[in-house]
């Protein structure tokens, strides 16, 4: 484990999103996000959900040091006085009892708000309530994340050779996410229902996380923002002292940030992909 960096080596930002750790399971890069996190200090952290992935640790117990040492320094920045609120997902629902508890100095909630330095007000919820699979058919859930484990299994294997061959990392579940009609079709109908529910409670947007495709946008006026994940996309939300929204992506510890994508606030997003 890295030693600590002081302070005020770390980049200071308002506010931090983070989403699909799925820590407890192999495919999880903890150690890019405590490298991130190191890096990294918000008045802000939002952790919003499947933190902890319950539906793997039930079928066999995977748990590096590294997990730990993230649940650690969470921890450690809530003592430090970084607001930290948990949004307990579909993976980790077994928190979900216990929302509206504080443990730790961690705040558990179902949903919450936050006001941006503009003053826009976000709703932030994990956003499986808007998977109709997870809603009314789970068995069919748990089918796709065994699927969705055995090919993380493969896109190891084969990025081992891709490595040795001098080529760069090439995700399979990412190119048939965007691949597969149904896939594609489900990711935009998911982002204009969780979209639609911040409009219908006057919200000026919302972050969420779930699908594991980090996104800033705008549909219709409202902002939509996803976290990602700490799997493949190594991707965070942050808000920076001006109230700017964007993607940080964190695939290499240590190096800056490899990409960064902002809403165009006058675009919606159909208007953007023509653009």
């Given at each position: 484990m890295q030693a600590e960096e002081p302070d005020n080596a770390a980049r200071r930002l308002r506010a931090i999103w983070i989403s699909d750790v799925h820590l407890g399971t192999s495919g999880c890069r903890a150690e890019h996000l405590l490298d991130f996190l190191r890096l990294h200090e918000s008045e802000y952290l939002y952790l919003v959900g499947d933190i902890v992935d319950g539906w793997q640790l039930k079928k066999s117990w995977y748990w590096k040091q590294s997990h730990n040492d993230v649940l650690q320094k969470v921890l450690r920045k809530a003592r430090k006085?970084?607001?930290?609120?948990?949004?307990?997902g579909n993976h980790d629902e077994a928190a979900r009892p216990y929302c509206g508890l504080d443990f730790g100095g961690i705040a558990i909630r179902l949903e919450a708000e936050h006001v941006t330095a503009d003053g826009k007000r976000l709703?932030?919820?994990?956003?499986?309530?808007?998977?109709?699979?997870?809603?009314?058919?789970?068995?069919?859930?748990?089918?796709?994340?065994?699927?969705?484990?055995?090919i993380l299994y493969l896109n190891r294997h084969f990025n081992w050779v891709r490595m040795k061959l001098g080529l760069p990392y090439w995700s399979l579940s990412q190119y048939l996410k965007h691949k597969v009609k149904n896939a594609v079709n489900f990711i935009s109908d998911f982002e204009r229902l969780v979209a639609g529910?911040?409009?219908r409670r006057n919200f000026d947007g919302v972050v969420?996380?779930?699908i594991h495709k980090a996104e800033v946008t705008q549909f219709d006026g409202v902002i939509y923002g996803n976290c990602g994940d700490w799997v493949e996309s190594l991707s965070a939300l942050v808000e920076d002292a001006e109230g700017r929204l964007s993607i940080i992506y964190w695939t290499q510890p240590g190096a800056v940030p490899v990409a960064r994508a902002e809403p165009e606030p006058a675009l919606?997003?159909?208007q953007a992909c023509v653009s």
């Open positions: 006085g970084t607001r930290v609120v948990y949004i307990p709703l932030v919820i994990h956003g499986d309530e808007f998977d109709g699979v997870i809603q009314y058919a789970k068995w069919l859930a748990y089918v796709g994340d065994t699927l969705y484990t055995f529910e911040a409009r969420c996380g779930h919606s997003k159909e």
